[in-house]
C-alpha cells in the first residue's frame, strides 16, 4: 500500500543548521527505505514565503502569494513510500527528524488505474 507521509512544523523553529541536518537524515532514510524497495519519493519543499496558490472562482483565476491557509504549522516535506500497511508507515513517520518537532500525517494514496507511472531517473 502506498503512503504519503506529509510533514509539518513551524519553520521558525528550525535553524539552518538543524534544517540541514534534518535533510542528510532524512536522505539516510530514504536510502535505507530504496534498500528495501519502499521508497518512492520525498523531497524537502521551500519555504513557505515561495508558495503561490490558485483557485477559480466564478471562472475567474484568483492567485494568492503564499499558502492556501494561515496555519501554525507549515507543510515543509514529504515522502511517497510503499510498505504492507499502516502500522510499517506509522513506523517510518515515528523515524523521521520532522517528528520530533512537528507532525507527520500519514495519508493513504487512493490508486487510480491508468495513470502514468513516474520514471525517476
Do not use: H
Amino acid at each position: 500500500m502506498k503512503y504519503l507521509l506529509l510533514i509539518y512544523s513551524k519553520e521558525a523553529d528550525w535553524t539552518d543548521a538543524e534544517r540541514e541536518q534534518c535533510i542528510q537524515d532524512s536522505a539516510k532514510i530514504c536510502r535505507e527505505l530504496d534498500s528495501k524497495r519502499q521508497y518512492l519519493s520525498a523531497s524537502p519543499l521551500l519555504p513557505v514565503a515561495t508558495a503561490t496558490s490558485i483557485r477559480l472562482r466564478q471562472g475567474k483565476r484568483e492567485v494568492i502569494d503564499g499558502p492556501f491557509a494561515e496555519t501554525t504549522e507549515q507543510l515543509g516535506g514529504y515522502f511517497l513510500i510503499d510498505v504492507a500497511n499502516l502500522d510499517e508507515a506509522m513506523e517510518i513517520a515515528g523515524r523521521l527528524p520532522g517528528v520530533q518537532r512537528g507532525t507527520v500525517e500519514i495519508r493513504p494514496i487512493y490508486d487510480v488505474p491508468g495513470l502514468p507511472i513516474v520514471k525517476v531517473e
